[in-house]
């Protein structure tokens, strides 16, 4: 945030606002939020609402916690209020297009759909 990183409790509350972000805007099911963290569905729901848990409080922490959509079972962000690099690439603003060098949330298997489609967007222009 203002150019700083988020200090997290928990290593996965990072992957967790990365995968919101993909989905960029979708309401994910707790048990889809799960099985991308995990790749699995089962045994982590208490893990994982310390993750749930340790998000909103970060994010209300640095006064930004408006930025989350959650209804009871649903997670997710709203682009409208978050301004990262993805989103303007995919708004076609210069600025977000021309910082894409060809790395999107490197190390998450999740991402992989998403780098494939933004190549190929590149690869276009």
Request: hydrophobic letters at 35%; a positive charge; charged letters at 30%.
């Amino acid at each position: 945030m203002d150019g700083e990183p988020l200090a997290f409790r928990y290593r996965l509350t990072q992957e967790l606002l990365a995968y919101l972000v993909d989905r960029c805007g979708a309401l994910v099911p707790n048990r889809e939020l799960i099985a991308a963290l995990w790749g699995e569905t089962s045994g982590r729901t208490s893990y994982f609402k310390q993750l749930r848990k340790d998000l909103v409080d970060t994010l209300t922490a640095a006064g930004c916690e408006d930025i989350l959509a959650r209804p009871r079972g649903l997670l997710g962000i709203l682009p409208d209020r978050v301004r990262c690099d993805y989103y303007d690439a995919m708004r076609g603003l210069h600025e977000g297009r021309s910082r894409y060098r060809g790395e999107y949330m490197t190390g998450y298997a999740w991402a992989e759909p998403t780098r494939a489609a933004l190549k190929a967007r590149r690869d276009l222009t």
